[in-house]
C-alpha cells in the first residue's frame, strides 16, 4: 500500500464510508434547509423533508444546483453562516456573468487544507519537499488551496504565484524545487523557457508535478514528463465546491481518487440530468457533505468524465474519475460534428513542430459554421522556411479532417500571442457564432 495523508479516512471500509457519508449528508440538508432560502423553498416545492431523509440512492430526488444558481445568489445568498463566521472569501473570474462567491468557515479552511493535503501526498509529496507553486493566489483558489495543503504536509512551500517564467525557472534552480504544482499548458511553456535559457532539466530537483486547473491528455502528460523529468499527475477541483483538494492522483496515474468522505459524486446524462452507469461518461455532479458556510447540494460542474470501475492497486477505497474530457457546455457542434476541445489538444502533440497551445475560433458564414484552430508553434518551426510552415499546416488540416469528421482551417500564431486568463488557464474556445450557448469562454 502506497503512503496516504489521512489512512483512517482514505482506506475506510466501503460500507462504514457510506454510513459516514448518509450522516454527513443529512447533515448538510438540515443545515441549508434552515439557513439557505433557496433550498428552503425547493425542498417544499418538492415535498422533501430532510430529516426522513435515509438512503443514499435517494439522492437523486434532491434538486440541482447549476452555475446560474450561483450568480443569482451572488454575492452570499448561499451561505449557511452568519457572514461573521466567514474567515475566507474566494470567488470565481466571472469571465461569464457575475463571479461566484464562495465563504470558508475556521473548519473550513482546515478540512480544505487536509485534503489538499492528502492529494500531495497521494502525488508523491512529503514533509522533505520543497514545493514550489506557480498558480495565482488571490481570488482564485488554485494558489491559496495548495498552498495551505502543502504547509499540512510539512513541505517548504514557495509562493511563487503565477507568471514570471524566467523568474520561475530561476526560482526552480536556486531553491532546488522537487514539486512544481502549475497548470499543464504552464509545465510545458516552462519546459520551452528552460530550454530557451539552456537549462539542463536533469541538472535540477524536480521528482513530482501536480497539474489541474484545465482539461489535458495523456498526450500531455507524456511531454510534460519527458520535457521536465518528473512524474506528472492529474488533480480536480472547482471553486463552487472547495478549491484544489476534490479529487487526485495517486502514483498508479490510474484515475484521481475522490475524498467521498466529503463529497458525494454521482454522473449523469448532461441532456436529461438522470444518472448513468458507472463506467460511462457523463456529467459530474457533487454534493458537498462537510462545507460549513457555502455547502451545495447536488451542484452540476458541467465537466464531463466517468467513474472508473475496481479498486486501485495503491489500496486507496475511495472510487476514482477519469481524466475530465471537457466540459458539456464547451463542447463545440460544428456541422453537427461534436469537437471536444481535448481531441484537438490530443491531435497537436502527435504532430511534431506545434504545441499545445491552441485556440478554437467558430464563427457562421451564412447558414454554415466556419471554424479555425489558431496554434501556437514551436521556437524551432518559427525560424524555418515559409513552405515548412505551409507543410505543417496542410498536415494539420488532414488529421483534424480525418480524425474529426469536419474541416477545420489551421493558422500558425506567435509563440506567446494567444490569451491565458488571469487563473493561468489557456482559453481554448471563442464562439461567435451568437448562439445562447456560446460567447467567450
Known amino acids: 500500500m502506497r503512503e496516504c495523508f489521512e489512512p483512517e479516512f482514505e482506506t475506510m471500509d466501503r460500507a462504514d464510508l457510506a454510513q459516514l457519508q448518509l450522516e454527513r449528508l443529512q447533515e448538510t440538508l438540515m443545515r ?25 440512492a435517494d439522492v437523486k430526488n434532491l434538486p440541482f444546483t447549476t452555475k446560474a444558481d450561483l450568480r443569482e445568489a451572488y454575492p452570499y445568498g448561499l451561505f449557511a453562516v452568519p457572514l461573521r463566521e466567514v474567515v475566507r472569501l474566494h470567488a470565481s473570474s466571472g469571465t461569464t456573468g457575475k463571479p461566484v462567491v464562495a465563504g470558508y468557515t475556521r473548519n473550513d479552511v482546515k478540512t480544505w487544507s487536509r485534503l489538499v493535503g492528502r492529494v500531495l501526498v497521494a502525488a508523491g509529496a512529503s514533509q522533505d519537499d520543497v514545493v ?23 513541505a517548504a512551500v514557495i509562493p511563487a504565484s503565477s507568471g514570471g ?15 512544481f504544482v502549475a497548470t499543464p499548458s504552464y509545465a510545458l511553456h516552462l519546459a520551452e523557457v528552460l530550454a530557451a535559457m539552456d537549462i539542463n532539466v536533469n541538472s535540477l530537483s524536480l521528482r513530482f508535478g501536480l497539474f489541474g486547473a484545465e482539461t489535458w491528455t495523456e498526450a500531455m502528460r507524456a511531454a510534460i514528463e519527458d520535457r521536465l523529468k518528473l512524474t506528472a499527475t492529474d488533480n480536480y477541483g472547482l471553486s463552487e465546491i472547495m478549491g484544489p483538494g476534490v479529487a487526485g492522483e495517486c502514483l498508479e496515474k490510474s484515475g484521481m481518487h475522490v475524498s467521498e468522505d466529503h463529497f458525494l459524486i454521482e454522473i449523469v446524462d448532461p441532456g436529461t440530468g438522470e444518472p448513468v452507469p458507472d463506467g460511462e461518461e457523463g456529467e459530474l455532479v457533487i454534493t458537498t457533505l462537510t462545507k460549513e458556510a457555502f455547502p451545495m447540494v447536488r451542484f452540476r460542474t458541467g465537466d464531463v468524465t466517468r467513474i472508473l470501475p475496481g479498486p486501485c492497486p495503491c489500496g486507496r477505497t475511495m472510487r476514482r474519475i477519469g481524466r475530465i474530457v471537457g466540459r458539456s457546455d464547451d463542447m463545440l457542434i460544428i456541422r453537427g460534428v461534436n469537437v471536444f476541445p481535448s481531441r484537438v489538444e ?12 491552441y485556440r478554437i475560433v467558430v464563427a457562421r458564414d451564412g447558414a454554415l459554421d466556419e471554424a479555425l484552430l489558431e496554434v501556437e508553434p514551436t521556437e524551432e518551426l518559427l525560424f524555418d522556411r515559409v513552405a515548412e510552415h505551409q507543410t ?23 509563440p506567446g500571442s494567444l490569451a491565458r486568463s488571469q487563473e493561468g488557464k489557456t482559453i481554448r474556445v471563442v464562439d461567435r457564432r451568437g448562439l445562447s450557448a456560446g460567447g467567450k469562454r
Do not use: C, W
Not at 37 to 52: G, H, S, T, W
Not at 346 to 357: A, K, M, R
Not at 392 to 414: F, H, N, P, Q, T
Open 32 to 56: 441549508v434547509s434552515r439557513n439557505v432560502p433557496l433550498y428552503r423553498n425547493r425542498f417544499a416545492e418538492r415535498d422533501i423533508d430532510p430529516e426522513a431523509f435515509t438512503d443514499l
Open 346 to 357: 490530443s491531435l497537436l502533440l502527435e504532430v511534431e513542430g506545434t504545441t499545445p497551445n
Open 392 to 414: 505543417l499546416v496542410d498536415k494539420l488540416e488532414r488529421r483534424l479532417a480525418s480524425e474529426l469528421g469536419v474541416g477545420i482551417a489551421v493558422r500558425l500564431v506567435e
Open 132 to 154: 514550489q507553486i506557480a498558480l495565482g493566489y488571490g481570488l482564485f483558489t488554485g494558489g491559496m488551496g495548495f498552498h495551505y495543503g502543502a504547509e499540512a504536509v510539512g
Open 165 to 179: 517564467t524566467r523568474r520561475q525557472a530561476a526560482i526552480m534552480q536556486d531553491y532546488r524545487t522537487s514539486v
